[in-house]
């Protein structure tokens, strides 16, 4: 008996046949080329449907010159990427604006040295149309690498530097670090302390400078660097409360960081909010209303900020590569923050 999945494809031939067109008519409706008139066009697509014609890729970029797939280069070990759910609300953003488009995810982890030369060669080798590239740190060389391939990319978070090419889509990490700082000053709290992230990352940067534009004077004590993981936010908490056992209040760069703060105060004896009270950074659902209390924290749309960084990417791939139309291309998003306040501050 003959598999009915190893039946032959219908055929493009098959298609123009059914709309009554010419094969180059029917190749450009399906390749989305414009100069087809609306009704030719539509009983091509109505060929296509009742077939169940899927183009041949590769036949298709020979046309196109698109392969309608996207990398999505994360400049973190796998074992971050995945126990991180920042990382899944980000990518589940950018998913669902590819799907939208037609257009495949390519995921590409970096941990060392051989990952990114196995990424260079990737993005090289014209698999993808463009790329995504997000969690970046100081001096990374993820943009150079796409850059040398000729890979149109757009970074996740503001790069640690400036030019008028590169996109980029970020929250105001600086102004939603000033609201939860003015926050906890409204609360009457008075020695605020801040849990930062890896300060080789311009948000972390960014969220420190934020803490210090509402306080300039604060005692340098009361800052201390974590790594954006709930084990660092602990960590740092403990070294605090070492050196300043009298703080009254803590503002972490992240949500996964202030719950491993909250483990570590509820160890220490200290209730919160009433001894010392806490603020986080993100909104993540899935660790902000599940801690112990509830956790105040800054929220930034992090599933539509995925969606931006696609569709800015997407948006460029589709404008002319002369210079004479730069002007009028895409430019770099910042999303605003908004302070919720739950149970913790």
Do not use: K
């Not at 040398?148 to 590169?166: K, L, N, Q, Y």
Request: charged residues 25%.
């Amino acid at each position: 008996m003959t598999d009915p999945s190893f039946a032959s494809r219908p055929t493009l031939e098959a298609v123009a046949a059914r709309a009554g067109v010419s094969r180059a008519t029917a190749s450009r409706v399906v390749n989305g080329s414009n100069g087809v008139r609306a009704p030719l066009a539509e009983r091509v697509r109505r060929a296509v449907e009742e077939l169940g014609y899927v183009p041949n890729q590769a036949a298709r970029t020979l046309v196109t010159r698109r392969n309608d797939a996207i990398a999505v280069v994360v400049a973190e070990p796998e074992t971050r990427f995945f126990s991180d759910p920042f990382f899944a609300q980000q990518v589940r953003g950018i998913s669902r604006e590819l799907t939208a488009h037609d257009n495949q995810l390519v995921l590409l982890l970096t941990e060392g040295a051989a990952d990114y030369q196995r990424v260079g060669r990737y993005l090289a080798g014209g698999h993808v149309d463009g790329a995504l590239i997000f969690s970046l740190h100081a001096n990374d060389s993820l943009p150079a690498l796409a850059r040398r391939a000729g890979t149109p990319f757009v970074i996740g978070g503001r790069p640690d530097w400036s030019d008028d090419e590169t996109l980029f889509v970020d929250c105001d990490n600086r102004g939603g670090a000033r609201d939860a700082v003015r926050h906890l000053l409204g609360l009457g709290r008075r020695r605020i302390a801040h849990i930062a992230g890896p300060l080789d990352q311009a948000a972390s940067v960014d969220r420190l400078d934020g803490f210090r534009d509402v306080l300039p004077d604060a005692d340098p004590r009361l800052i201390a660097e974590g790594d954006f993981t709930p084990e660092g936010g602990a960590r740092a908490m403990s070294e605090l409360l070492d050196r300043c056992p009298d703080l009254d209040a803590v503002f972490a760069a992240s949500d996964v960081m202030a719950s491993g703060a909250l483990r570590v105060l509820r160890a220490g004896g200290r209730r919160v909010p009433e001894d010392v009270a806490v603020v986080g950074f993100d909104d993540m659902i899935s660790v902000a209303e599940l801690t112990d209390p509830p956790l105040t924290t800054v929220h930034q749309d992090i599933e539509e900020m995925g969606r931006l960084m696609a569709r800015l990417l997407l948006h460029r791939l589709e404008q002319p590569s002369d210079a004479a139309s730069a002007s009028a291309g895409p430019a770099p998003i910042i999303t605003p923050t908004r302070l919720v306040v739950r149970a913790s501050a």
